[in-house]
């Protein structure tokens, strides 16, 4: 069963354009929602993360969007560039434990 | 390069083997995890240390897989008897003061062939 529902699966824009990623779930455990970028052959890299008593973070062109009662969360990247193609997860971790839960990913592709 | 490194990139392996990865932490991290990522899925958790201490494993950890982070710094993970469906990315994250904040290694690509 997968723990956080994400999309869409991929996404292309057009250079400057705000991409949003869609992330769901249900365990009101969860208490700390990242955003990992993820280039071919690397690691995921920590973006952003927010925790559910704020409803909105942003750092530089990133910004997190949070409803707790819908028990929804999304990425928007402002002023998109091509070096943004990468694909996104979101993430989840309750706060019993130390692991993550990640979406099944969403490759963004922005188009020169 | 003071990130997490791992040991090999790739690792090609017939099946019934027995394959052995290496995590190198961030240094002074005193926390340290294994997750497994299959064509486009998310990493899955295998399993926490927390220094030397083995915490927290997955169901996903058969008794194929072995993990140990044996002076509380570089960890390593075996895989018996590989099967076909062990083909993935491993991959070692570490963090310091707690959960978040986990940062990641480039990961091991396993092929069993």
């Known amino acids: 069963q997968q723990q956080v529902k994400q999309s869409p699966q991929s996404l292309i824009v057009q250079k400057g354009g705000i991409p949003i990623i869609n992330c769901a779930y249900e365990?009101?455990?969860?208490?700390?929602f990242p955003w990992y970028q993820q280039f071919p052959g690397k690691g995921p890299a920590l973006l952003i993360a927010?925790?559910?008593?704020?409803s909105e973070k942003k750092e530089g062109r990133f910004t997190i969007s949070f409803n707790k009662s819908a028990k929804q969360f999304s990425l928007h990247i402002m002023d998109s560039q091509p070096g943004d193609s990468a694909t996104y997860f979101c993430?989840?971790?309750?706060?019993?434990?130390?692991?993550?839960?990640f979406g099944t990913g969403t490759s963004l592709t922005v188009i020169p | 390069d003071t990130g997490v490194s791992q040991d090999p990139r790739h690792k090609i392996t017939k099946r019934g083997q027995n394959v052995t990865f290496r995590c190198d932490p961030i240094?002074?991290?005193?926390?340290l995890y294994w997750y497994r990522q299959t064509l486009g899925q998310g990493p899955e958790f295998l399993t926490y240390?927390?220094?030397?201490?083995?915490?927290?494993k997955s169901r996903l950890l058969s008794d194929r897989f072995s993990a140990e982070r044996p002076k509380g710094s570089f960890s390593t993970l075996e895989i018996q008897r590989t099967e076909q469906g062990d083909s993935a990315m491993y991959l070692c994250?570490?963090?310091?003061?707690?959960?978040?904040?986990?940062?990641f290694g480039p990961g091991t690509r396993l092929t069993v062939t």
């Open positions: 927010i925790r559910p008593d704020v």
């Open positions: 240094s002074e991290h005193n926390r």
């Open positions: 994250a570490s963090s310091l003061l707690g959960p978040n904040e986990q940062y």
């Open positions: 993430a989840a971790r309750a706060n019993t434990g130390n692991q993550f839960y």
């Open positions: 365990n009101t455990a969860f208490d700390y």
């Open positions: 240390f927390q220094n030397e201490a083995q915490l927290e």
